[in-house]
């Protein structure tokens, strides 16, 4: 499934829901499909929140089973380029160097199985992929 949404948080229902239809037609759990909306959410929120900056865009979310493991998203934004796994690197530790805010990234990278990014064409690309279970991942 392919859909095109402007990157407004007003969007966000549609493009979560979009994600969640997907989730569930492929067979998820109610406990796997909660970390799948979860990870998309931040992703989701993240993009728009600090991709654009209040200026005009368009989110493509490209959602379909993966290879009957499971699932695999691809979140495509011309937002400002923005690498989550070379951020995560450098994550603090402790609550205490980093604070309230930036948690998100953790939150992706611990509710997916796999999670890539890469920036082609002037597009942010990021793909997050949930399986069945551990024994279909990626090697």
């Given at each position: ?14 493009m ?6 997907v ?21 989701l929120?993240n993009i728009?929140?600090?991709?654009f ?8 979310i490209?959602c379909e089973?993966?290879e009957?493991?499971?699932i ?5 934004d011309?937002?400002?380029s ?6 995560h690197?450098?994550?603090?530790c ?12 953790m ?18 690309c990021l793909?997050?992929?949930?399986f069945?279970?551990m024994e279909?991942s990626?090697?």
């Open positions: 499934m392919h859909k095109d949404f402007p990157a407004s948080i007003v969007c966000l229902h549609d979560l829901s979009t994600i969640r239809s989730a569930l037609n492929c067979g998820f759990t109610p406990e796997i499909l909660q970390k799948i909306e979860l990870a998309s959410e931040e992703a929120v728009i929140k600090h991709g900056l209040n200026k005009a865009g368009t989110i493509d490209y089973p993966f009957n493991k499971g695999k998203i691809v979140i495509l011309d937002g400002i923005f690498n989550p796994l070379t951020y690197e450098h994550f603090p402790s609550n205490e160097e980093f604070g309230v805010g930036g948690w998100g990234i939150i992706i990278l611990n509710a997916m199985d796999h999670v890539e990014y890469k920036r082609e064409n002037n597009m942010n793909t997050l992929v949930k069945f279970s279909n990626i090697n």
